[in-house]
Nanobody, 117 residues
Framework: QVQLVESGGGLVQAGGSLRLSCAASGTISSIRVMGWYRQAPGKQRDLVATITSGGSTTYADSVKGRFTISRARDNAKLTAYLQMNSLQPEDTAVYYC?????????WGQGTQVTVSS
């Protein structure tokens, strides 16, 4: 399996930008899809964006045109990024990274993103 470590969350004003990173280590060759999800207080965890090993991407309607997911591989580490622009208060949530393989699904510990109005 893989281990995921997220970073890049924080507090930003509405209209600002943040970039989240998710570093995957372990059997990274098994990963088929990496994704970002978010969970606001009292709500379910929702999909934000995904990227396949071939580079295909999907986005939630609420973030299309504002967020961009990408990935980069360097030797034994695979990193997924989420560039978030034009942030709004409704984007406030804990953001989780996910790595999906045929045999497992791994989650990171989450990083808090807070957008003030």
């Amino acid at each position: 399996q893989v281990q995921l470590v997220e970073s890049g969350g924080g507090l930003v004003q509405a209209g600002g930008s943040l970039r989240l990173s998710c570093a995957a280590s372990g059997t990274i060759s098994s990963i088929r899809v990496m994704g970002w999800y978010r969970q606001a207080p009292g709500k379910q965890r929702d999909l934000v964006a995904t990227i396949t090993s071939g580079g295909s991407t999907t986005y939630a309607d609420s973030v299309k045109g504002r967020f961009t997911i990408s990935r980069a591989r360097d030797n034994a580490k695979l990193t997924a990024y989420l560039q978030m622009n034009s942030l709004q208060p409704e984007d406030t949530a804990v953001y989780y990274c996910n790595a999906l393989a045929l045999a497992y699904s791994s989650w990171g510990q989450g990083t808090q993103v807070t957008v003030s109005s």
